[in-house]
């Protein structure tokens, strides 16, 4: 595929199903490539852990697969408020020692030419769901 099919599809493709299916890839890269270059990651619960760049998230991307290598991100809702898309994730992985390990929250997206240029993240870890015996 061509770099200008490549651009057309992806500014065709939903940005934010776009994430998800390259979230479940476990390719890191093709996660990267959903945003843009000058992406800014805001984390406001967090603010020391905000950057800027897809080159960050790349890196992310492939720390996160390192730890938790069967992660499935499944988006639960979303709802567009002007220029924003607000969206609720739940990402649930196997941790290094066999717990599963559940990450849910809000993003709120912003986004430029087809990808995502800049994000509002509050995802974080919840208790994983107890089995119950029947």
Known sequence: MTDDMEMSTMSRQDPVERLRDAINSHDPQRV????????????????????????????????????????????LRRATAGPELWTEW????????????VLDGPAIIWIRDGR???????????????????
């Open 32 to 75: 990267a490539d959903c945003f843009t270059p000058d992406y800014v990651a805001e984390v406001p619960h967090r603010p020391a852990e905000g950057f800027t760049g897809n080159e960050h998230v790349l890196a992310n991307w492939t720390g996160i697969y390192g730890r938790l290598p069967d992660i499935r991100a499944q988006l």
């Open 90 to 101: 739940e990402m649930v992985g196997t941790g290094p020692d066999g717990a599963t390990v």
């Open 116 to 134: 995502i240029a800049r994000s509002r993240f509050y995802l974080g870890p919840v208790p994983a769901p107890v089995p119950t015996g029947n």
